[in-house]
C-alpha cells in the first residue's frame, strides 16, 4: 500500500516563507514525477509545480520566481519552498504522485494541507 502524506502548511504573513513536504512510502515503486496543486475556495485545483524524476521543473506563471520544487529521490520526497507569499496564495495544497508500480503508472494524491497569507 502507498501513502502520500504531506506537512509543513500553516499560517503567514504577506511576505513570509513557508516549506511543504511530500513523503511517498509503503509498496516498493518508483517515483516518476511529483506534483503540487493547489484549490483556493470555490476555485478548481490547479498545478502549481512539477519536478521529473530527472529533476526538470515546471512552474505555474504565479508561482515563477517566488516557489522553488525540489526532490530527494533517496527519501521519495519532494519539497517546494514559497517565498515571498501573497494573500492569493492561499489555498490548500496537495501532492500528487506519480508513482509506477510493477510496470504500471500509478497517481496518488496526499490528503492536502492548508497555507494561509493573512496579515
Known amino acids: 500500500q502507498v501513502q502520500v502524506v504531506e506537512s509543513g502548511g500553516g499560517l503567514v504573513q504577506p511576505g513570509g516563507s513557508l516549506r511543504l513536504s511530500c513523503a511517498a512510502s509503503g509498496s516498493i515503486f518508483t517515483v516518476n514525477a511529483m506534483d503540487w496543486y493547489r484549490q483556493a475556495p470555490g476555485k478548481e485545483r490547479e498545478l502549481v509545480a512539477r519536478?521529473?524524476?530527472?529533476?526538470?521543473?515546471t512552474y505555474a506563471d504565479s508561482a515563477k520566481g517566488r516557489f522553488t520544487i525540489s526532490r530527494d529521490n533517496t527519501k521519495n520526497t519532494n519539497y517546494l519552498q514559497m517565498n515571498s507569499l501573497k494573500p492569493e496564495d492561499t489555498a490548500v495544497y496537495y501532492c500528487?504522485?506519480?508513482?509506477?508500480?510493477?510496470?504500471?503508472?500509478?497517481?496518488?494524491w496526499g490528503q492536502g494541507t492548508q497555507v494561509t497569507v493573512s496579515s
Open positions: 500528487n504522485a506519480i508513482l509506477v508500480i510493477n510496470g504500471l503508472t500509478y497517481s496518488y
Open positions: 519536478i521529473s524524476r530527472d529533476g526538470s521543473t
